[in-house]
């Protein structure tokens, strides 16, 4: 069966500081992985994606994430938080063998000025 | 761009009410799925449909629940008899699905239901 933790309900950083948001992940077969965004009052929006071919994976807003099979982790980060960052990430997985994504829990990432 | 909407945003009922949440997807895409949040829970998965019948479906998508497209553009989730732990956020997504199960899911904006 196939699951996602995300560590940390709250994230908080200053504006300009790195950001990372933790997730691992658990799947018998090779995972696909995605990082989705909630901005308030809006719908999922996909931030980035691994599919198997390169580990480290750039998003839109300068966000990316490195797959390590070995660690079972697929981070999610940012070189430097701005306040329109600030929203809910949600890291999911899906494998081969069904369609449905598992989803995390969610970190809610708050910029401070 | 292209978008998935969804209405009602926010819809109260009395428990014992039929709901029904309408969704447009993407008008090229073929897959078509439901997922609620509960209130501060993780997003769950309810069903997917494709070629105009339900693909998957999970252990929360009982006999209260049932989806259909009535024409070319609408998808439809239908709540029969509501309770109170239907409550939650309730997200359609569409996908085309060529790139297999990497594919991206295009999600609305979510209709939130609240059972009274």
């Not at chain 2, 501060?40 to 494709?50: D, I, R």
């Not at chain 2, 998957?56 to 239908?78: A, C, H, M, W, Y």
Request: glycine content about 6%.
């Amino acid at each position: 069966a196939q699951s996602v933790t995300q560590l940390g309900s709250h994230v908080s950083v200053s504006e300009g500081a790195l950001v990372l948001l933790r997730c691992n992940y658990s799947s018998s077969v090779p995972p696909y992985l995605f990082w989705y965004v909630q901005y308030p009052n809006q719908g999922l929006q996909l931030l980035l994606k691994y599919t198997s071919a390169a580990t480290l994976v750039k998003g839109i807003n300068d966000f990316e994430a490195e797959f390590k099979k070995s660690e079972t982790s697929f981070h999610l980060t940012k070189p430097s938080a701005h306040m329109s960052d600030a929203a809910e990430y949600f890291c999911a997985v899906r494998s081969d063998s069904n369609y449905q994504l598992i989803w995390g829990a969610g970190t809610k990432l708050i910029i401070k000025p | 761009e292209p978008e998935v909407t969804q209405t009602p945003s926010h819809q109260v009922t009395q428990m014992g009410q039929e709901v029904i949440l309408r969704c447009v997807p993407i008008s090229n895409h073929l897959y078509f799925y439901w997922y609620r949040q509960i209130l501060g829970q993780k997003v769950e998965f309810l069903v997917s449909f494709y070629n105009n019948e339900i693909s998957e479906k999970s252990e929360i998508f009982d006999d209260q629940f049932s989806v259909e497209r009535p024409d070319g553009s609408n998808f439809t989730l239908k709540i029969r008899s509501t309770k109170l732990e239907d409550s939650a956020m309730y997200f359609c997504a569409s996908s085309d699905m060529r790139g297999g199960p990497g594919g991206e899911l295009f999600f609305g904006e979510g209709s939130r239901l609240t059972v009274l």
